[in-house]
């Protein structure tokens, strides 16, 4: 349940010279585990995550999800985006309610879930809000609480918190680090923030510039369950150095 495999996948796109976005990719996620994919920008880590999802299909390779390969998106893999994309004429509620309507299940199916998630994710008290009537953050939060509610076995997150400020960015990340140490979710999580990476995931895969490829794979070997405050702590300071050498050596590649 929930493991993920790539293999020696590639990903190009045609024009006037061939963008080449990846290439030979190898990368195993077990479930229940939380890789964060790390590099600069354009390195691929997106497009990484949209072939998994199903958005794009690969040039080359092979990416399987619970041992089946992927071909298109489904709801086994939950997909958070930079940007909520609520919609504005809903409230929380009905928003995270949304796709579970859609797909036409019971009531009872999902209602007594949509409920405790809304409150995993600390938004008792918002059910009848409209979104614009929500800070960036709530507005996040409700966007996890709409993908979770779906009991996805892989969430799969796309710089989620990119477009916050620096204080509400380290409360969303306390509230991912509570939610998975309950749910423990399979997670594959792109940044290009380092101490987003470290602070979340159990491995750090580090990328190379374009066309991207995975040049490390770090363990991090933080306690859990942690918080905020392992920032500051020598064992964080460590893994933040390597990883930056890491980063600056393969640019300095290219």
Sequence with gaps: MGSISFQRVSKYYPGKSIVRALENVDLKIDEGEFVALLGP???????????????????????????????????????????????????????????????KKPREDYEARAREILTLVGLDGFHDALPAQLSGGMRQRVGIARVLVMQPRALLMDEPFGALDAQTRLNMQQLLLDVWQRLRTTVLFVTHDIDEAILLADRVCVMSARPGRIVENIPITLRRPRSIDDLTSPEFIQFKARIMKELRSHLAEH
Excluded: H, Y
């Design 41 to 103: 920008s354009g390195c691929g880590k997106s497009t990484l995550l949209n072939l998994l999802a199903g958005f794009e299909n690969t040039s080359g390779g092979d990416i399987a999800f619970e041992g089946f390969p992927v071909s298109k998106p489904g709801p086994d893999r939950g997909v958070v985006f930079q940007e909520a994309g609520l919609l504005p004429w809903l409230t929380v509620w009905n928003n995270v309610v949304f796709g579970p309507k859609v797909q």
